[in-house]
């Protein structure tokens, strides 16, 4: 289990790490695109390195899987549809979705 634990270490380090960068870069794509609400996106991007670090060696996962919709989910893997148009519906549904409140 300890490799495990590891492996969620690191994806925990990556989204932290990544969504302080967009949060950094282009604050409201980066909250529409992380699912995260704005009390959220000020906590995260005030977080220290060493706190970043530390919080991300929880051995749960920070983050969540969005596309827990069907809905969402078949429009993203519908083959007959153009790639385009796939992400465009899929974005639209996901607009739709309240943003996830609280750390």
Do not use: P, W
């Amino acid at each position: 289990m300890d490799g495990l634990s590891s492996e969620i270490s690191e994806v925990n380090l990556s989204y932290l790490l990544l969504t302080q960068r967009m949060l950094r870069e282009d604050r409201a794509s980066a909250m529409y695109r992380m699912g995260i609400s704005k009390e959220l996106a000020d906590l995260l991007e005030k977080l220290s390195l060493s706190q970043v670090v530390k919080l991300s060696a929880s051995s749960s996962l920070l983050c969540r899987f969005r596309f827990d919709d069907h809905t969402i989910l078949s429009a993203l893997t519908h083959a007959e549809k153009d790639n385009g148009l796939q992400q465009a519906h899929a974005s639209i549904l996901l607009a739709g979705q309240q943003v996830e409140r609280g750390v």
